[in-house]
Nanobody, 121 residues
Framework: QVQLVESGGGLVQAGGSLRLSCAASGRTFNNYAMGWFRQALGKEGEFVAAIRLTGATTVYADSVKGRFTVSGDNAKNTVYLQMNNLKPEDTAVYFC??????????????WGQGTQVTVSS
């Protein structure tokens, strides 16, 4: 059974940092694309970042470029989202996803349960 488990969310002040982790299990994700999405209360979900673990292809939403960094550890089947200079508008539930194609759309095969990130002003 494939599972994606996010961790690392929490409450942080504006300007602070958090690192989210997404641990994948149940299959090999070496050549998979891993994406991060977020959904704020009352708003539609939006793409944040994505990476292909082999080849290190990365894609970012304009709203997080220069502040967020996505990376992966093939050996641990884990993807990270380092979030720096956080803003109140970054407050959302963050989800990781896995699929065969790097895309900014939610067309990923597997999804985690999400982790809450709250940024206070």
């Amino acid at each position: 059974q494939v599972q994606l488990v996010e961790s690392g969310g929490g409450l942080v002040q504006a300007g602070g940092s958090l690192r989210l982790s997404c641990a994948a299990s149940g299959r090999t994700f070496n050549n998979y694309a891993m994406g991060w999405f977020r959904q704020a209360l009352g708003k539609e979900g939006e793409f944040v970042a994505a990476i292909r673990l082999t080849g290190a292809t990365t894609v970012y939403a304009d709203s997080v470029k220069g502040r967020f960094t996505v990376s992966g550890d093939n050996a641990k089947n884990t993807v990270y989202l380092q979030m720096n200079n956080l803003k109140p508008e970054d407050t959302a539930v963050y989800f990781c996803a896995a699929g065969p194609v790097v895309t900014i759309t939610p067309r990923y095969t597997y999804w985690g349960q999400g982790t809450q990130v709250t940024v206070s002003s």
